[in-house]
């Protein structure tokens, strides 16, 4: 039992189901109704699963940057930029010859993602510029090159097929979470099962002591960035197919504050090192079940973004080994003064 309770994963957890079970007290046990209609599940713990999948497969992505010592601010406009290539494509406006394909819309739009990763990777890893500087370039023009893609409009899409990647269902389930799950199996096996987990925490604690150790350093930045560009360009394909369209203005819009909370939540040190993929899950979940649940209990609009900050604040203060030492030791101090009387 203490060494399932010291795992990475264990107080992620537990708040989680902390958080789920206080929404499940304050709204009288209708948190936890799901209901069947056509074969399909319905509720707010399907809604968490379903939204949660896009945080999910972005903190994926997210750990390894982050587990460098580095970060990735830019997956939001690479959001907006696969969004916009793969509607435009099952629109026939670009590429028509391709004949409105889904699969090799989706395809294409996450290569484009690969790009905008190895693009990442290549400042960080052969130039030395900062990753929050270099990111943030991407950041800055991904919403150009998504409006130059789109001719500065919303692309709408009619596609069934298209749509059904997010509204979708499987065995009664969203879609979205199957694809959220084959990717966080994908990561786990890269980073349990080979020695690039190993590599990129020891890049994480040390750059230079990795390099002299005979670690490719270089050449597991630009893998990580690449693979963190994949994933921001398959959270805006599902995004875009949940609204029909791209909305290159909106799609992904500050989700990369998300996702590096949602990581960080989960126990990842910001400073690179030891890091859980499933930590960085259950993180995306306590995200996801947090907006949730401030717009299911009515949280007036000009609020939200404060109660959200303010749950964020309590979340992070459990997470924090040094607030809770020193909690106990108050709690402590007065018990010892009571002897003392």
């Known amino acids: 039992m203490k060494k399932f309770t010291q795992k990475m994963e264990f107080k992620p957890f537990c708040v989680l189901i902390a958080i789920i079970l206080i929404c499940g007290i304050i709204s009288g046990g209708d948190f936890f109704k799901i209901t069947i209609v056509d074969g399909h599940f319905y509720g707010r713990l399907i809604d968490i699963l379903r939204n949660g999948s896009r945080y999910a497969i972005l903190a994926a992505g997210m750990t390894m940057a982050l587990g460098t010592g580095g970060t990735d601010i830019s997956v939001g406009s690479v959001m907006a930029i696969s969004g916009a290539i793969a509607c435009s494509i099952v629109d026939s406006r670009i590429l028509p010859g391709l004949g409105g394909n889904v699969f090799l819309a989706v395809l294409i739009a996450l290569a484009a993602g690969a790009v905008c990763g190895a693009w990442n990777g290549f400042m960080i890893a052969k130039l030395k510029v900062q990753p929050m500087v270099a990111t ?81 350093v270089e050449r597991n930045l630009w893998i990580i960035y690449i693979l963190c560009g994949i994933t921001a360009a398959l959270a805006g394909i599902i995004e875009s197919a949940g609204i029909k369209g791209a909305d290159c203005n909106n799609c992904g819009l500050m989700i990369e504050m998300d996702g590096i909370l949602a990581v960080a939540i989960g126990g990842t040190s910001l400073a690179g090192g030891r890091f859980s993929i499933i930590s960085s899950v259950i993180g995306a979940l306590i995200v996801q079940t947090i907006s949730t649940t ?6 007036a609009p000009e609020l939200t973004r404060v109660a959200k900050a303010i749950i964020v604040i309590i979340v992070c203060l459990i997470q924090s080994q040094a607030f809770m030492d020193k909690l106990k030791g108050l709690f402590t101090s007065g018990k010892r003064k009571e002897v003392q009387a």
């Open 294 to 299: 401030i717009y299911a209990f009515g949280v």
């Open 136 to 216: 943030m370039i991407l950041l800055t023009a991904g919403r150009g090159i998504a409006q130059l893609v789109a001719d500065g409009k919303i692309v709408t899409i009619t596609s069934d097929a298209y749509y059904s990647i997010s509204g979708g269902y499987i065995l009664g389930f969203p879609a979205p979470m199957f694809i959220a799950i084959g990717v966080i199996i994908l990561f786990m096996i890269l980073t349990r099962y080979t020695a690039f987990g190993m590599q990129v925490e020891a890049i994480g604690v040390n750059q230079q002591s990795s390099r002299l150790a005979g670690i490719k």
